[in-house]
């Protein structure tokens, strides 16, 4: 398992998912996001994570039209923004989202976050969407355990994905098992907390153990906890250092030692307490 980048994780739904993407958040519009998506998908990246709200879906829509690649190799998630929650709205947003990236459909399409008193009526709207095959896929992100039985006391479409924060500093053991628990697959946003742990010693120790990078080793033990991951780079070197994950696997003891280093520490809003 997890040896080859085109490997796929299957949904609840039966969609098949790749285990490794690119994310394009704060990679600007136009040449730079273009650049980042061409490179990644010529060597091998074949899923692609944007938002409404990154405001670059139309540059990440040109990539993909220029590249060689058969439309249906590729797994293009985007995300429906607070501003835009509640059930025509949503609708409305995603027409948008799907025009900018010039696609016929999306292969999942996500809350991006829990707005009280709005996502219940956004979900309505995904599964709306879901049914009409605009999408293939549709779930959640940044969702606690109480917000994930809220939306099913409220329906009986259980979400498919969740995308939560999650690296080192924030390993998310209790909502990784609930999801694991409903099938609902995990996907890491900020798996290499942005950058911060790339001096850490228990991570440099491991890394040089296997002749890899630190962030190599973050995203590898990402895998190995069966999550998916979705590194951002806009710089191509990286985009190759992060990509290459699929020679090497950890052993037991190294995965518990990254768990440890667990400090329920976010980079990120908490979804608990957030005011946009
Ligand atoms: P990441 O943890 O992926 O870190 C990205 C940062 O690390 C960038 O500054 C990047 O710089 C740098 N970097 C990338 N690769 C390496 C490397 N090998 N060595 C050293 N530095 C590196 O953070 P993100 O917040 O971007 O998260 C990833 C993706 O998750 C986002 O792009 C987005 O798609 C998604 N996301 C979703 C959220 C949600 O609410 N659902 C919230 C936040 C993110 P450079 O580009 O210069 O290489």
Redesign the pocket.
Known sequence: MFSHIAETTTLRNGVQMPWFG??????NEGEEVQL?VRSAIEIGYRSI???AL?QNEQGVGQAIRDCEIPREQLFI?T?VWNTDQGFETTLQAFEESRKKLGLDYIDLY?I??PVKEKYVETWRALNKLYAEGLVRAIGV??FQVHHIKDLMQHSEMIPMVN???L?PRLTQKTLLDYCKEQQIQVE????????NL?ANPTLEVIANKYKK????VILRWDLEHQVVT??????PS??I??ANIFDFQLTHEDIEAIDALNLDQR??PDPDNFSF
């Open positions: 690119l994310g394009v958040y704060k990679a980042a994570d944007t938002a990154y998630t995300k996500l991006h976050w992100s940044n995308q939560i924060e690296h890491a946003w900020s798996p290499l907390m942005r950058g790339m990078s630190v962030a190599q979705i590194p951002k780079s806009v710089n990286r985009i250092e992060n980079v990120g």
